[in-house]
């Protein structure tokens, strides 16, 4: 069964807590993708990576941090620096191809991160 | 600049078609893509169409593209009551360079269907 896991489904932390949200594919896919979601708001692109051991800021990095050790796994970490981090993140990934052409983007089942 | 405007709700009767619309301000997109989702959930891809298609059918869905007016649609003919969800319209900009492997996303239709 091919796809995208994201775990927790729910996870509460105190505020100043660093946080690290799983996100694993087995769908072979190069790049991968962080998205939070706001209620009433759309996609908002955190960092994504292209490759292993390569990643880039999308429109919202600050307090955030990812690493990409692996094809399969591309972990995101809240920090105590991100002022608002109670969010829903949505863990993507897409085929990537040296031309740059971008393909659909399939997506994990989220992580509800709520921080008090 | 990239955005894509979409409008918040919808409310259909079950049985119905649903037409969400979709506009985009970026006239070099490649692909445009439809998502769903429901409540607590990922987004799940429906449908994507090709800048220089007019038309995609997909049983229950039919996506239009008006690229003179930048304007994107999705019908969903017969609609049910499972099909009350969230829907995205999202562009890519294909090989543009940087940022070309973003999404843009727009904040979402929220399709209510009354049984």
């Known amino acids: 069964d091919g796809g995208i896991t994201q775990s927790p489904k729910y996870l509460f932390r105190k505020e100043g807590q660093n946080v690290t949200l799983s996100c694993e594919q087995n769908?072979?896919?190069?790049?991968m993708y962080w998205y939070r979601q706001d209620p009433g708001q759309g996609l908002r692109l955190i960092y994504y990576?292209?490759?292993?051991?390569?990643?880039q800021k999308g429109d919202i990095a600050e307090g955030y941090s990812v690493s990409r050790e692996k094809k399969e796994s591309f972990p995101l970490t809240v920090t105590s620096a991100q002022k608002n981090p109670t969010a829903f993140y949505l863990c993507?990934?897409?085929?990537?191809?040296?031309?740059?052409?971008?393909?659909?983007?399939?997506f994990g089942p989220g992580t509800r991160l709520t921080v008090t | 600049g990239e955005d894509v405007e979409q409008s918040l709700f919808l409310s259909v009767r079950e049985g119905d078609s649903s037409v969400i619309n979709c506009t985009y301000t970026d006239s070099s997109s490649t692909y445009l893509y439809w998502y769903k989702q429901e409540p607590g959930a990922g987004l799940q891809l429906l449908t994507y169409?090709?800048?220089?298609?007019d038309m995609k059918q997909d049983q229950r869905l039919t996506v239009l593209l008006n690229k003179k007016d930048k304007h994107l649609s999705l019908r969903i003919a017969d609609t049910q009551t499972g099909d009350s969800a969230i829907y995205f319209c999202a562009e890519s900009m294909g090989d543009s360079g940087a940022g070309s492997y973003q999404l843009t996303f727009g904040k979402g239709t929220k399709l209510s269907v009354i049984p």
């Open positions: 993507a990934s897409s085929i990537e191809t040296t031309s740059g052409v971008t393909y659909e983007q399939y």
């Open positions: 169409i090709f800048s220089n298609m």
């Open positions: 769908l072979n896919h190069d790049a």
């Open positions: 990576s292209q490759i292993v051991n390569d990643f």
